[in-house]
């Protein structure tokens, strides 16, 4: 569960299928029908969306909405919670796309998956639905007081237990491609969450061995910035009492020096906290990180609670990754 400020996706993707119009809204039932004009033997291009508050998910790729989408929800203090009805066979798991979906047996203050709000745009969330049950899982959007408006349009993904782009295990991001970026929860809107626990993965690609991070060359919000205890780069182990990104203890983090064969490899600590990303105690200057590891590539994310009092103007964290070749 979690507050939602102003949050929006931008990505819309369209199939062409074989429907006539009326067939499309036919299928969308209580939902809002769109689609392009006929074009020969294609058909219209449908989009399944539930716009409104709560209601439930009976279809693949679906978009969930707001009341009033594309404009501003405006209701306040009220609970919009859209139910995720299992339809697709040996369905193992589950995107959401800009919100945060709970699963049937999350219960814990720092719940798997995660509560997030803010501004999440182009964001994407992975969880676990298991096989049994008729409910694969239930997304609740919670609208307080403090907010003049919220837009949300999250599509849902159902993902099969043998498709071969299901996350692994205990990812809540999950990132496939050479190169990319991964940032905490809304960094976008310049403010870390607190209660979050979470693992942001990278699948290892064919003929890569060794994956390198970096902080994004952005000038705001801070591409790193967990922690004000000093405002300097933090190695050490003993960042657990504060905000911080780690890599597993099963991971290697490495700098990597030297030519050719004669690399010297330097085992460094893996937690990251502070202000600045880096491989040396007390370095005022960013520097890129190498990491071998088991697959996929992990870098966890463990916040403190948000009345800490360790959060307060702290942006969170986004950091380039790039595949280096074996």
Known sequence: MFWIRKASLTLLFCLWINFEHIECVRLNRSSTATGSQRQKSFGVCCIFALTGCGGVVNRNCTFVRNTGFPGADTNNARTCSVTLNRFVDSSCGGTGDSLSVI????????????????????????????????????????????????????????????????????????FTEDTGTISSYNFAGGQLLGDQIYANCIRQNEGFCRVQYSESAIGAPDPFDLDQAQPTASVTDNCMSLNHVTIPSSVLEVLMTGAGNSDTVTIVPSMRCNTIFGSDPGSTVPSTLTSLANVPFVVNLRTLPSDSGRLASRSGFSLDYSQVPC
């Open 103 to 174: 699963s049937p047996h999350s219960s814990s203050r720092s719940a798997f998956p995660p509560a997030i709000c803010g501004t999440l745009t182009g964001q994407h969330m992975y969880f676990e639905s298991g096989r049994m049950g008729s409910t694969a899982g239930q997304i609740d959007i919670l609208q307080g007081s403090g907010m003049a408006e919220r837009r949300y349009n999250i599509k849902v993904s159902y993902i099969p237990c043998d498709s071969r782009v299901r996350a692994p295990s205990g990812c809540t991001q999950f």
